[in-house]
């Protein structure tokens, strides 16, 4: 920065200067938990299954129909460092980017949005992310998560354990899913 733009005993900072706001994200980021797979028949094939996601922190704007949106997926750190309490969670890009498709209400007060996946580094081409459907903090005592938890376990699935989120690390920039432009040739780290 050259010297005569800093601000010095003699000469204040100016106050008419006005620093925009950040730009909209292109995609409103999505953080959440991978919970199951469904496939349309047995042959397991990836584009003609569909994954579903539980959404574990709130998100800065509501999801709506038409919304371009990202999700970072999360995970116990515990599961690659034992010795980090369950609670504090690191992300992975599970390469899934497009638009809410449609929004269903379902039991317990819980709402699933239907993704339509652009990124073709994932082969699934359908993604549900399950929410709260109220505004208030997000409870993992409630709904979905609490159906899951009796019919499979908390022993049997630990990360459907987890206590509220301490910490959550996001996933570095040069690894972010470039949602339809993320395609063979494109530069990042999975070549």
């Known amino acids: 920065m050259p010297s005569d733009m800093l601000a010095s005993a003699d000469r204040p900072v100016s106050t008419s200067v006005r620093i925009p706001p950040p730009l909209k994200p292109r995609s409103l980021l999505l953080v959440a938990k991978w919970v199951s797979a469904q496939c349309a028949d047995l042959s397991w094939a990836a584009s003609k299954s569909t994954h579903r996601y ?3 922190v709130k998100p800065d704007e509501p999801i709506a129909v038409g919304r371009r949106v990202s999700i970072q997926a999360v995970f116990p750190i515990a599961f690659t460092a034992p010795e980090v309490p369950l609670d504090e969670l690191d992300t992975y890009d599970p390469h899934v980017t497009g638009r809410v498709d449609g929004i269903q209400e379902i039991r317990g ?10 990124c073709w580094r994932n082969k699934v081409r359908e993604v549900e992310v399950d929410y709260p459907a109220h505004d208030g903090a997000l409870e993992h005592d409630v709904g979905v998560a609490e159906q899951s938890r009796e019919l499979m376990g908390a022993a049997a699935c630990p990360e459907r354990a987890l206590a509220p989120i301490a910490c959550v690390r996001p996933t570095l920039a040069w690894r972010a899913c470039l949602g339809d432009l993320c395609g063979p040739g494109s530069r990042d780290f999975y070549g």
């Open 109 to 118: 007060g819980w709402r699933r949005a239907r993704i339509v996946n652009m």
């Open 54 to 56: 539980e959404l574990v």
